[in-house]
């Protein structure tokens, strides 16, 4: 992999998806920001999940195996 990035819960879920109105109690955001919360890391957001790139070209499919190289426990 090339780089690899931490990615934080978005503010996107709490929007309506048919009328573009964002829930005024930012449903389900607060409950989804419960899990994965380290604030030593990322302030008051919550981990959502990592941003990954390839150093080589070609197509990752659904069912192909990955290795991992490092792994970081406190990530």
């Known amino acids: ?5 931490c990615c ?9 998806q048919e009328t573009g109105i964002r829930d005024p109690d930012q449903q389900p955001w607060k ?3 419960t899990y994965r919360l ?4 990322y302030s008051v957001f919550s981990h959502f999940g ?3 790139a390839s150093d080589t070209n070609g197509i990752i499919r659904v ?3 990955i290795e ?8």
């Open 31 to 33: 409950t989804l920001k």
């Open 50 to 52: 990592i941003r990954l």
């Open 8 to 16: 934080t819960r978005c503010l996107l879920p709490t929007v309506d």
């Open 38 to 41: 380290k604030p030593e890391l």
């Open 63 to 65: 069912g192909d195996e």
């Open 68 to 75: 991992i190289l490092k792994e970081n426990k406190n990530f």
């Open 1 to 5: 992999m090339t780089w690899l990035i």
